[in-house]
């Protein structure tokens, strides 16, 4: 159950903030992985292997980390936030358990995916388990406050996951609709994770929101790098496919960019490969330098800067502590990734 | 909107019963029918046109129905039961859409199944809306007791659809892990609807567990008839492809009792039909004669019987009212319906 992140030696200094927050967080995370095995346990002995595969196979807990580290940040002092880390971590399993079944795609951190081992109907049925036990831990720990937090995170997940459906394969997206979908499927979770540690520790509504806007700001910056690694990355890495969203014709930042920045040859080119899914050798590599060349994939991490920038500063009300710094490195570490 | 239940002639006793429970609660279910309809509201215009495919076309609100027949008789005024009944009734078509997945299955209540017109990809995201949406719902209404069960509930459901994912296509299944399943994925829904009812108006925990048992028992009746009727129904009565769960291969009753009374020769046939898919013209056919000749479904309709008998004693400790009647009624509805 060990941390696993691949990084090359360039990124020793991102490397180096993730290992920053990590260790600051590391003896609640042993207690979340304790919680996030107990509640694998089922009578369908498929739940805790599937489950495992995905959860227990080292993912980097970045969500989970979100809610420790800002329940500390805040002076919180009890063990509640190990219960509503697990929580967010099923969350967020659960949503990739689904993603897999959704996008196809065959690999995952770097593994086959789960639905390719175990089949669609195990994913989505594995899924749905998890989510169920995300709330059954939020009812456990008791507090309505949280509860509406994180329910209100995952409606808004899935309802993103729809939006992105019906933009799919449309090159003609706009950044504002791409933008919609990035924060509801992946940043509504950071800042909810981000919400719950102010909430535990009592603190005013004005630290809330800060603690909120830095989880959305940095999950937004998240995975608009995510969406340029698909693009740039070694698959060593991604620790998934290269190319994954460009053979599922997804309609992410760097090919609206070039879409809208392309002339009518490259737009015909787009439209064949990501709207028509005509793919054939050799257009991912064409697709990229199509990207470098009208600026698109470094102009989605100048995107992505602007929003970690945003996220720096909802820090500032807080009082230099460990957690802040931790923090503020976490998102030196989500945009300099791999870079 | 309006409830569309196919009966034939013979029916018109068991017509009468479910005429009886749901002309009691009319004025509520319309209550619960605008809430349902104000929460499929979204950005995405697919979650309206998906889940009123499902939700607004004309189910049986059979488990809401529960929710507001449960409150009624403990003597609930309050508004509280209609929003949990909307969640009730959100969980249920939560776990249809993943099912329709799942199973494959083309015809849901006599119409096309969401996912044969949405694909797989719809069916899942959406009911992941529905399931965050149900608990949005409860955690608006603000008690903990109630998402505790609902919530418990939701996980036992998702668990009972993975263990009868290892049951499926094995005609050795036993009565009692088909049961298990049944009680997972069907009853406990079914109990959960009850007993919220009890909880709402603060009634003592004795009549609490007697509507819990209530359901439970209903629950499981109700099912075994489903069961049954996938193998004898008009299809025109059943709503749905007659012979689905034979042509998949899933474990039902009907073939578990067929399987264990058969000679050499009928068991050699489950196996060919049921655990290794091989099918050909005729084959359904002979399956029902054989279940016939081995009264395989007569017993399992027997089965149901000996859980409506003591979901009906559940309710004795009730006093008389017309909502216990026409709970009464509803065991011979979920029982007789098709007979």
Redesign the interface.
């Known amino acids: 159950m060990g941390v696993v992140v691949n990084l090359e030696g360039a990124e020793r200094k991102t490397r180096a903030a993730f290992d920053r927050i990590h260790s600051l967080v590391q003896e609640d995370l042993k207690a979340v992985n304790q919680v996030i095995l107990d509640n694998l346990q089922?009578?369908?002995?498929?739940?805790p292997q599937l489950a495992n595969h995905l959860i227990a196979s080292g993912g980097k807990r970045l969500r989970p980390m979100l809610t420790l580290a800002s329940a500390k940040l805040c002076g919180y002092e009890g063990l509640r936030h190990v219960g509503l880390a697990a929580s967010v971590e099923f969350i967020h399993t659960?949503?990739l358990l689904?993603d897999d079944?959704?996008d196809e795609s065959d690999l995952r951190r770097g593994e086959a995916s789960a639905n390719a081992l175990w089949g669609?109907?195990?994913s989505?049925?594995?899924g749905?388990?998890l989510?169920?036990?995300a709330?059954?831990l939020?009812?456990?720990d008791?507090s309505?406050r949280v509860?509406?937090i994180l329910?209100?995170a995952?409606?808004t997940?899935?309802?993103g996951?729809?939006?992105q459906?019906?933009t799919a394969n449309d090159p003609e997206t706009s950044e504002a609709s791409y933008l919609?979908v990035v924060q509801a499927k992946t940043a509504m979770l950071f800042a909810a994770a981000c919400e719950v540690g102010a909430v535990l520790a009592e603190r005013p509504q004005t630290e809330a929101e800060a603690l909120r806007s830095y989880g959305l700001n940095l999950g937004t910056a998240f995975q608009l790098v995510d969406d340029v690694l698909d693009y740039s990355a070694h698959e060593q890495t991604l620790g998934k496919t290269i190319g994954d969203d460009f053979r599922e014709g997804k309609i992410t930042l760097p090919v609206v960019l070039a879409y809208r920045r392309g002339n009518a040859e490259e737009r015909r080119f787009w439209q064949r490969t990501v709207e028509d899914l005509d793919q054939e050798a050799g257009d991912l590599e064409r697709a990229i330098a199509i990207m470098r060349a009208r600026d698109a994939l470094g102009d989605s991490i100048k995107r992505a800067r602007h929003y970690g920038a945003v996220a720096r500063d909802a820090l500032g009300i807080f009082p230099e502590r460990p957690e802040k710094e931790a923090l503020a490195g976490l998102i030196d570490f989500c945009i300099d990734r791999a870079y």
Request: proline fraction near 2%; aromatic fraction near 6%; glycine fraction near 2%.
């Open positions: 089922s009578r369908a002995p498929l739940i659960a949503t689904h079944v959704v669609n109907e195990s989505v049925l594995v749905d388990f989510f169920a036990r709330f059954r939020m009812v456990a008791g309505l509860l509406a329910s209100e995952a409606s997940i899935a309802e996951e729809v939006l459906l019906s919609e």
